[in-house]
């Protein structure tokens, strides 16, 4: 009695011990420690020195290339979630639709591009965006062309200039389209899910009492589906605030001319790695987390509590 | 409500227009993949004749030798590009083997014992999912350097063996499909907790393993800077820091870096066409129910 009642008040701990053990010294230890780094200034691992306040003051006052890569992110992160989260309730809603033909078809080749993977989708549209001969590059060029024949007095330049670069001046918009590829049939397969525990009883009921289509999505839909829709939201902003794979590969490590497409990411790679400075690159680390903090700790103030 | 004649319209056409944009860049990578390297600007998909239209198709542009060059002559350091290819098999099999089994054991252990500490871990869990990468990168990085870790492959696996993402998974898993009065009936048996985990435990929540292990396959598959910044030694990069590689000394050859491309996400979408069901319910678990 008394050894089998042993083993069983151990065997609870055996079982979460990989977690907790795993925890502790790749998260607990590391954090502990970038606390500690990021008052310090570092050569590569070996060496580093106390410098107080300096990294954030630093980062504050004179890094312009940080502020840059924190605006790049801010129109990123803006422009990526306002074009793809509203395509893909779009997307999902069509889809939702009862008389769809081939609903698992269409689920099917939306979803596939979150499985290729951002490097793999940096390095294809790399090519698709190729300054010179690039597949966009060339189309976007032949309607110029067409442009001008169809309009005489178009203005040479007016939109694209004819040396089209995507990859230096217009990085931005050529990472929103990779990640609108790559992202908008990973969102609608959340919001196609979402869509289908709204209350069939409820949508009759507003049906049979005159509510119009507009007023249905906006009174029955919009609150049914808003834990997810929060949910996607949130999950969303972390991963544009952490983008770093695309712009690496597509426009190179050090952002690209104008350093049109650095990112914090980025920018936290090339101190910490190509500079050597870990400390100051925890520094950057935790302004970075401090923001998704308060975006996570806002998200669940916003989202009511008991509804998912 | 009667239909209209346009109903179908509305719905199919901006369908259909969506898929086709989603479908462009693979018709782009699979063309681009097997075209020579003189027919490579020749027409945007496949190689086009000259003077015979923009749909005539010049079959001599077609070749495999951008696949024969890459497993002949592209060298990851000393070795040949199949050792990358061989170093993401292990990688993305060793960690999803494991990453699935520790974050099982540790759900399970949370759903279904009552112990001391159990509130507390389960919060840690739960605060585990917020923390956001980017600040683990550099004391990451040094945590490796002092362990000694830094340019091996347990520097990237053993962080990743029990995820707290998994963990959460597969406790809400086991408290849904596992009722606590089986495993009573089990101790009473006289069996081992061990082999309840093994042979009622695992069974029960088997789509979340199936999910889970491709969730993870898939994750390290991709992973990139991760292994940028752990590995050192070329030998053994995972496929996708060699494929990125390969854009440096191959840039003019484009088409052998799509054929790199391909044979590195060709398995994944393989998989996916097999697995289809589960790898959407894997990559959305815990999202409903979240």
């Known amino acids: 009695m008394s050894k089998k009642f042993r083993s ?6 055996l079982f979460v011990a990989p977690f907790v053990v795993s925890f502790v010294v790749f998260v607990v230890y590391p954090l502990g420690q970038s606390v500690v780094l990021a008052f310090m200034q570092t050569n590569g691992p070996k060496t580093r020195q106390f410098v107080g306040l300096d990294n954030f003051s630093w980062l504050f006052t004179q890094d312009p290339d940080f502020w840059k ?14 074009i793809q989260l509203p395509a893909s309730l779009g997307l999902a809603l069509l889809l939702n639709r009862k008389d769809i033909k081939a609903r698992g078809f269409w689920r099917m080749i939306f979803f596939a591009p979150i499985l290729v993977g951002l490097v793999f989708v940096a390095i294809i549209f790399g090519l698709l965006f190729a300054p010179n001969n690039g597949l966009i590059n060339d189309a976007l060029y032949q309607a110029t062309l067409m442009f001008d024949r169809v309009i005489p007095f178009y203005p040479d330049g007016w939109v694209f200039d004819r040396e089209f670069r995507w990859t230096a001046e217009y990085a931005m918009p050529a990472m929103i389209i990779a990640s609108f590829w790559m992202y908008v049939g990973f ?42 829709g929060t949910f996607v939201v949130l999950l969303s902003f972390i991963g544009s605030v952490q983008l770093f794979e695309l712009p690496y590969l597509l426009v190179g490590p050090d952002g690209g001319p104008g350093k049109k497409g650095l990112t914090p990411v980025m920018h936290l790679f090339s101190k910490g790695f190509d500079a050597g400075d870990l400390g100051y690159a925890s520094a950057i680390g935790w302004l970075i987390a401090v923001v998704l903090f308060g975006v996570a700790l806002l998200q669940k103030k916003l989202s009511n509590p008991g509804t998912d | 409500m009667r239909k209209k004649w346009w109903t179908p319209v509305a719905i199919y056409v901006p369908l259909a227009a969506f898929a086709l944009v989603t479908l462009v860049p ?6 681009s993949a097997f075209k020579t390297k003189e027919a490579f600007f020749s027409g945007p998909f496949w190689p086009v004749e000259e003077d015979g239209g923009w749909w005539a198709v010049d079959w001599s542009g077609f070749t495999f030798t951008n696949f024969t060059r890459l497993w002949s002559e592209v060298k990851i350091g000393e070795a040949s590009f199949m050792r990358a290819v061989l170093n993401s098999f292990f990688f993305a099999s060793v960690m999803s083997v494991v990453g699935t089994l520790g974050a099982a054991m540790g759900g399970y252990g949370l759903a279904m014992f009552k112990f001391k500490g159990r509130e507390f871990i389960t919060t840690v869990v739960l605060g585990a999912l917020v923390i956001p990468g980017a600040l683990l990168i550099a004391p990451g990085y040094f945590l490796l350097f002092q362990l000694g870790l830094l340019d091996s492959y347990a520097g990237l696996i053993l962080p990743g063996v029990a995820p707290a993402f998994g963990v959460y998974l597969f406790r809400q898993a086991f408290i849904s499909s596992l009722p606590h009065e089986m495993m009573e009936a089990g101790r009473i048996d006289g069996c081992g907790e061990w082999r309840m985990f093994f042979q009622m435990g695992l069974p029960m929540v088997k789509p979340m393993v199936g999910a889970f292990v491709l969730i ?10 991760g292994p940028q910044i752990i590995i050192q030694t070329p030998e053994k990069y995972p496929l996708a820091v060699a494929v990125a590689q390969l854009r440096g000394p191959f840039s003019i050859e484009y088409g052998m870096i799509m054929a790199g491309t391909l044979v590195a996400i060709g398995p994944v979408l393989a998989l996916f066409l097999l697995l289809q069901k589960d790898f959407i319910a894997g990559l959305t678990a815990g999202a409903v129910k979240g």
């Open chain 2, 216 to 225: 993870t396959y898939l994750g390290t598959w991709t992973n990139f800077i």
């Open chain 1, 187 to 228: 969102n609608m397969i959340y919001f196609l899910a979402a869509l289908q525990n709204v209350s069939k009883d409820l949508m009759e009921a507003a049906e049979v009492d005159g509510a119009g289509p507009w007023q249905r999505f906006l009174n029955v839909t919009v609150p049914a589906i808003r834990p997810v």
């Open chain 1, 8 to 13: 069983t008040a151990l065997m609870p701990y």
């Open chain 1, 69 to 82: 890569s924190v605006l790049n992110i801010i129109l990123y992160t803006a422009g990526s979630m306002l």
């Open chain 2, 26 to 31: 693979f018709a782009y990578l699979m063309f």
